[in-house]
């Protein structure tokens, strides 16, 4: 296993179990005390863990994850999520996808569309739209590239998206807080704000573990959001105040 995926692992076994130990870590994953405590380091480096004496806990305030690492957490949920958003889309329909690792799942499911248009800051997406074999406009805003991301930011960027007007953009979150709203660690948020602005509906996807968290940077409020994805461990409180917004709530279940 490679390093990067079994720090992603690593973080899904914190969130399913809380606290634990660096032995039992070394356990679950059958490897060497000096390979879980490398990963561990670079999990800190990351702000992504906390290190205690002897143990290690998820930092709820975890920073701005790598998109290659972020596409390897929770995956099942997020192809779950995604594949219910896809579901949404029709024939015709001009669409933004922002550079979230859950919206990158819906690349896949847009293959049996032949008139439709995508505008991405996101590489990763542009790279797979172009292997589909169907009939798509694709648009790039240009920019700056970031690649802890793998997308395009800056002026440019968000200048471009407001020389356009979408159907619906899908967007992912870090964390969403039922007051500040929609955040984000990555610091260059403007191109996302600037998406939002350009959709006549929002579609937030997140799976269950980004409720609660209020990372630093806020894209819109919960205001703005027209439907939320979610998978089935969404607490029901939750849900309730998200409808109680006007927000249309799709849980997704479990295969």
């Given at each position: ?48 863990v906390i290190r205690t004496y002897g143990g290690v806990m998820l ?197």
């Amino acid at each position: 296993m490679k390093p990067i995926q079994r720090q992603a692992q690593i973080l899904e076994y914190l969130q399913q179990h809380g606290r634990t130990t660096v032995e039992a870590l070394i356990a679950h994953f059958n490897t060497t005390g000096t390979t879980i405590r490398k990963d561990l380091t670079r999990l800190q480096q990351e702000g992504a863990v906390i290190r205690t004496y002897g143990g290690v806990m998820l930092n709820r305030d975890e920073g701005d994850q790598p998109i290659d690492r972020k596409t390897l957490i929770n995956t099942e949920k997020k192809k779950r999520i995604a594949a219910r958003a896809a579901s949404l889309i029709s024939e015709g329909d001009s669409l933004i996808f922002d550079a979230g690792s859950t919206v990158l799942q819906m690349v896949p499911h847009l293959a049996r569309f032949n008139n439709i248009t995508v505008m991405t800051n996101s590489l990763s997406i542009v790279n797979e739209l172009v292997e589909l074999d169907n009939d798509q406009v694709i648009l790039m805003p240009g920019g700056t590239y970031r690649s802890t991301s793998a997308s395009f930011h800056g002026s440019l960027a968000e200048s471009a998206f407001t020389k356009f007007s979408f159907d619906t953009l899908f967007i992912g979150a870090d964390g969403v807080d039922m007051s500040a709203g929609v955040t984000t660690f990555n610091e260059v948020f403007a191109v996302s704000q600037a998406m939002c602005h350009a959709a006549r509906k929002i579609v937030l996807l997140v799976d269950a573990s980004k409720f609660g968290r209020r990372s630093p940077n806020v894209v819109c409020s919960l205001d703005a959001v027209d439907v939320l994805i979610t998978d089935s461990d969404i607490p029901p409180d939750i849900a309730a105040q998200l409808e109680a917004k006007g927000i249309e709530v799709i849980i997704v279940a479990d295969d």
